[in-house]
């Protein structure tokens, strides 16, 4: 069975100060690992789609990258907007469902 | 451009009612539609998906059930709720099984 772990479960930045989120996986055979924010009270937001190892994807103050073992997403110089929950998910090849890990809550203070 | 609507927002429904949360689709044709079911601390559990009119798969034995009776719309029901149906539940779509998922802004269930 797909497994997705994410750490820390919170992290408090202050604003400025860069820091990265782990996504640590197992998928019998990965057909793309993908990156969400959410707001409180609000539905995931499509961030990126990881689809091999090596492969960055960029926006913003976001970078994720992939290995064949975890994903990381690093936030440089946040501001109190990227305050949120990202959560990560691992889809298997031949596979409708996407495997969600349980979120790491990033707080930005000014 | 493609917009997902879900409602209700929030629902407080008694043990032991019947359920029906639904959500729409516009500006695409044939997605693929998906319930999730996010408990607190936990990640989204997929509960159902479907791939066109009529098709549902189940992910997980439960107490509900899905339909789709149109293209663009996903129903999620019960006919007895259950104290552990409480949760938040979200639909989402895609254009296909290899794009990415796209989610509504979800359901807030609180059973009592």
């Known amino acids: 069975e797909d497994q997705v772990t994410q750490s820390p479960e919170a992290l408090r930045l202050q604003e400025g100060e860069s820091s990265s989120l782990n996504c640590s996986y197992t998928?019998?055979?990965?057909?793309?690992l993908f990156w969400y924010r959410q707001d409180p009270g609000k539905g995931p937001e499509f961030l990126f789609t990881l689809y091999s190892a090596g492969e960055e994807k960029e926006k913003e103050r976001l970078k994720a990258t992939l290995t064949k073992k975890e994903s990381f997403l690093h936030i440089t110089a946040p501001k109190p907007e990227d305050s949120a929950t990202y959560l990560c998910a691992v889809q298997a090849r031949n596979d409708y469902k996407l495997s969600f890990g349980a979120g790491t809550t990033v707080t930005v203070r000014a | 451009s493609q917009t997902i609507h879900q409602w209700p927002a929030t629902l407080v429904q008694p043990v032991g009612s019947p359920l029906s949360l639904e959500c729409t689709v516009e500006?695409?044709?044939?997605?693929?539609l998906y319930w999730y079911r996010q408990a607190a601390g936990r990640g989204l559990q997929l509960l159902f998906y479907?791939?066109?009119?009529?098709?549902i798969s189940s992910e997980v034995p439960q107490n509900l059930s899905a339909s789709r009776p149109q293209d663009r719309q996903f129903i999620l029901s019960s006919k007895k709720l259950l104290l552990s149906d409480s949760g938040f539940y979200l639909c989402?779509?895609?254009?296909?099984?290899?794009?990415?998922?796209?989610f509504g802004d979800g359901t807030r269930l609180s059973i009592l």
């Open positions: 479907s791939v066109g009119i009529g098709q």
């Open positions: 989402a779509w895609a254009g296909t099984r290899n794009q990415p998922q796209h």
């Open positions: 998928v019998s055979g990965l057909r793309g």
């Open positions: 500006g695409t044709s044939n997605p693929n």
